[in-house]
Each structure stands twice: as structure tokens, then as C-alpha cells.
């Protein structure tokens, strides 16, 4: 399932993940390991946020993708299910037989 991982790093662990070096290289193995669709970096409410699309086959594969980011950098992490244009013209029109129906 494509899933939306939001990761939101307090200022203090980033500052000191940059400065000790583990920051950069925790992201380059995160991209290596969960081989995302799409990674985005920005700021969001004073803090380093990445928002990365990835496919979680499983519901026990959640840990192995959520816990490298816990406990790496203290992070807040969400996990959204997402659909692309492509799923959500698979998806409507079952939902639309649902409410017709």
C-alpha cells in the first residue's frame, strides 16, 4: 500500500544530527533502504519535516520503516495511507455504486 510517511525532527536532535554527521547519512540510507516514490524536504511548524511516499507491502513492515526515524532523531512520525490519480479512478466507482446503491 502507498503510504505517506510525514517525519518531523524537534530542532534540538536535527541541529546536533547535522553537526555529528548522522543526519545526511541516515537520510541516504532511509532513500537506499525504502526506495521511495517521492521524498520532499521542507519546514513545517519550526521543524525539519520530510514528507516521503513509500509502498509498505505489509502491516508488519510499518516498525522496519517508522523506527530508524524514533529513534534516530526523536522524530515525529505519521503514516497516511495516499492514493496517486491512478488509484483513485481504479477506487470511485465502486464507491459510487455504493452510494447509488
Do not use: C, Q, W
Not at 516514490?37 to 513545517?44: D, I, K, L, P, S
Not at 532523531?73 to 470511485?92: Q, S, T, W
Amino acid at each position: 500500500m502507498r503510504m505517506m510517511l510525514k517525519v518531523s525532527i524537534p530542532t534540538e536532535d536535527g541541529n546536533r544530527a547535522i553537526k555529528d554527521g548522522s543526519l545526511p547519512r541516515a537520510i541516504e540510507r532511509a532513500m537506499a533502504d525504502l526506495k521511495p516514490e517521492a521524498a520532499y524536504f521542507t519546514a513545517e511548524g519550526g521543524r525539519r519535516t520530510a514528507f516521503i511516499f513509500v509502498d509498505v507491502a505489509h502491516s508488519s513492515d510499518m516498525p522496519m520503516v517508522a523506527e530508524r526515524f524514533f529513534f534516530g532523531f526523536n522524530a515525529n512520525v505519521d503514516m497516511i495511507p495516499v492514493m496517486n490519480a491512478e488509484d483513485l479512478r481504479k477506487g470511485l466507482p465502486a464507491a459510487m455504486a455504493a452510494l447509488a446503491g
